[in-house]
């Protein structure tokens, strides 16, 4: 049972020092040892003080080292057992000495073997990086060469070289080298193809930019459609002693004016060059140290890299290591042709710098890849067999802990599945006899600790995922509005609801206010506020008309919503510049209005018609049809106050509701108090309404008071 004193073998009363200490003072092979150390030492001074009789002291000297070495070799076997028996009466130790052999040597082969895996990852990954950013790149270019054209065709191709100059300006920052240029074109895109008037200048190219590595394009080839182009294009300035002996890259996109028959058409040029490539690699972790190209016969021929590099200080050296030669294939045009060559780029990754980048990625070399995975797979084999033997060897050592194992192992899973009559029978007097005791103790009470603890936990992880949903849907910080006050309150109930309000920042002086309910409780009603918190947010930049903002709603939450729930709404726009409040009412509780008046406040409830939100009726057409929209004039000091059914609603012990007139009369009463004071004076009243009844409803409410004077 717990709290039993620990069983413990006899002979392990005394500790290991004091056990050793004995086995050398009071038995045979202790006296032995003592003896033998004397008579070595006896054997030494003799010999240092005379030369007589050394035959006589070299015999005796070597019997005494003999039966030394033999006391020695009993007295150590003995302490191990007993060392052996102290360190393995734990089955923890048991198990660490059980593992060291049957994991350690597998370990150091894990190691090996998922080393050599990631440097093969790293090599099909460097070529992914490399692609991928010269794919991103060729699209960044076309888009700026899209974007070009469409703003010529939208100033009519007038002043050509000045937007192109801006163009480029604007966009050098970004892509060091770039230069454009603006190539007239006579070909239809359109079979009804009204001709485009010319550039501006005449029918001749219009460029910006250094156009410091190729010349500028005097056409447009005919391989490129009417769809454009972006590509790699390979380039050499001067002439080769081979065709295929280029010096660099650059990035080209071809965008056409959208027209029937475009009059001309925007290139765009990126070299790729040392600030591009430290680019790549800030980015990527992956540095471009060599390309060269590859012609039809497989020959390679080397084209601007490391050397160039080199030549700058701000590009670091590699450093020669395994990840330092990776190869990659990509394809590079030729812009005269539409031929197709292959280019062989050469990469370095920088391992600390690829932490959070590492994906798998096709590649070339593929020599290099299968001699990689011979590797792989010879350290494979080896540990199978290692891990074989060490199996063995482990096996042997655990032996003794298996059987107590496998009776724990058993009734655990008896107690898994429900069966928590199980017994498990005491037979070692170690560390498991222990634990076999402890957990029959424990099995009388496990199973109503476990069905409480797993009640428990279900219940506060639905409330805290509700809870944090239904608070992220609320506005958060303070809500400060240039000549508006705008205080709320939200005070959720035991269970988690649907109540969800929002302030909307249409304009610089429009302001959207909205306060809705979900029917329902539980998450359910949380994950519909989310949803519905989404498409307010959408909606609300589309439609300025409450009304048309709801209807939208409607048609979309009805067919999302589950058909045993609806929502419940009020939707409103004030206008500061315009002085209009503007409201719908999706079949929510009705909207209280104060006007200014110093003589007798009047609180005035407005409840224009409409349907609930998310009904299955004649696909919204009643919807649309009996919701109204109203527009009240502002002036300063008046108070809107909005609210959902949880206030209004809300019980006392006798089963009376709160009511709408009651929080108008409130309202009309203390209309004179600031917001923030009067919102709590609400509060309040309806806590004390309701008295020792349960709070049945979340209870959210909207303060609206106009500043400033203003004109009706």
């Not at 092979?29 to 035959?55: C, D, E, H, K």
């Not at 190209?293 to 084209?303: C, F, G, I, N, S």
């Not at 709801?550 to 999302?560: E, G, T, V």
């Amino acid at each position: 049972m717990l709290g039993s004193p620990r069983r413990r073998d006899p002979r392990l009363a005394f500790p290991p020092a004091e056990a050793i200490r004995n086995a050398v003072r009071h038995t045979l092979a202790g006296r032995i040892i003592v003896a033998g150390i004397a008579t070595r030492a006896v054997v030494y001074l003799v010999g240092l003080s005379t030369t007589r009789a050394a035959r006589v002291l070299s015999v005796v000297d070597t019997i005494a080292s003999i039966a030394l070495a033999g006391a020695v070799a009993y007295v150590a076997g003995r302490m191990a057992l007993v060392v052996q028996r102290r360190l393995l009466w734990r089955v923890r130790r048991k198990l660490i000495l059980s593992y060291v052999f049957i994991g350690f040597v597998p370990a150091i082969l894990i190691v090996a073997f998922f080393t050599l895996s990631g440097f093969l990852l790293f090599y099909n990954f460097s070529s992914y990086l490399v692609q991928n950013r010269l794919t991103a790149l060729s699209e960044q270019t076309r888009f700026l060469a899209q974007s070009t054209a469409l703003e010529i065709q939208r100033a009519g191709s007038r002043d050509v070289a000045s937007i192109l100059a801006n163009r480029q300006a604007n966009a050098v920052a970004e892509f060091p080298g770039l230069s454009m240029a603006v190539v007239p074109i006579d070909r239809p895109c359109a079979e009804t193809a009204s001709k485009e008037e010319a550039i501006a200048g005449g029918r001749v190219a219009v460029t910006a930019g250094p156009w410091e590595y190729v010349a500028p394009p005097a056409q447009v080839p005919g391989w490129i459609t009417c769809a454009g182009f972006s590509g790699v294009l390979a380039y050499s300035r001067g002439a080769p002693a081979h065709a295929d002996e280029i010096d660099g890259l650059v990035i080209r996109a071809a965008a056409f004016s959208y027209s029937p028959r475009p009059g001309y058409a925007v290139v765009a040029d990126v070299p790729v060059t040392v600030r591009i490539r430290q680019q790549l690699r800030r980015e990527t972790g992956v540095e471009i140290s060599s390309v060269a190209v590859r012609d039809a016969e497989t020959r390679v021929r080397p084209l601007a890299g490391r050397q160039a590099a080199a030549a700058d200080p701000a590009t670091p050296a590699g450093d020669g290591g395994v990840l330092s030669n990776l190869k990659t294939q990509i394809e590079y045009r030729d812009w005269t042709s539409g031929a197709v060559g292959v280019l062989l780029v050469s990469t370095e990754l920088k391992i600390g710098e690829l932490y959070d980048r590492i994906s798998s990625a096709q590649g070339a070399g593929r020599s290099f890849g299968q001699a990689l995975l011979l590797v792989l797979f010879g350290i494979g084999g080896l540990f199978i067999l290692i891990e074989a033997l060490a199996l063995t060897a482990g096996l042997a050592l655990a032996r003794s802990i298996t059987g107590s194992v496998h009776e724990l192992f058993a009734g655990t899973e008896r107690v898994r599945h429900g069966d928590f009559t199980q017994k498990i029978e005491v037979k070692a007097a170690d560390q498991l006899g222990e634990l076999a005791e402890s957990f029959n103790s424990m099995t009388a009470s496990i199973e109503d600790l476990l069905r409480e603890a797993a009640e428990k936990k279900r219940l506060e992880e639905e409330l805290r995922i509700a809870r944090q949903i239904q608070m992220s849907l609320l506005p958060q910080g303070p809500l400060e509005i240039p000549g508006l006050s705008v205080t709320a309150l939200c005070v959720p109930a035991r269970e988690v609801g649907g109540d969800y309000y929002d302030v909307l920042m249409l304009g610089d002086r429009r302001v959207g206010v909205l306060v809705a309910d979900v029917s329902g409780k539980g998450t359910s009603a949380a994950f519909y506020m989310a949803e519905l918190k989404g498409l307010v947010l959408s909606l609300s930049q589309i439609h300025e008309s409450p009304r048309a903002l709801l209807i939208a709603a409607n048609r979309i939450i009805a067919n999302n919503l589950d058909a045993r729930s609806f929502i419940t709404m009020t939707y409103a726009v004030v206008d500061l510049d315009k002085r209009t409040l503007t409201f719908a009412r999706a079949g929510h509780t009705p909207l209280i209005h104060v006007a200014p008046d110093q003589a007798r406040p009047c609180a005035e409830i407005l409840a224009p018609d409409g349907l609930v939100l998310g009904l299955k009726i004649d696909n919204g057409e009643m919807f649309e049809r009996m919701l109204v929209e109203e527009t009240l004039p502002l002036r300063g000091g008046e108070l809107f106050v909005l609210f959902t059914d949880g206030i209004t609603e809300a019980m006392n012990a006798a089963d009376e509701c709160y009511s709408d007139e009651r929080l108008a009369r409130l309202i009309e009463q203390h209309v004179a108090m600031p917001s923030a004071e009067l919102r709590e004076r609400v509060l309040r009243d309806v806590e004390a309404f309701a008295g020792d009844a349960p709070q049945h409803d979340d209870m959210t409410m909207i303060l609206l008071r106009v500043e400033g004077e203003g004109r009706g």
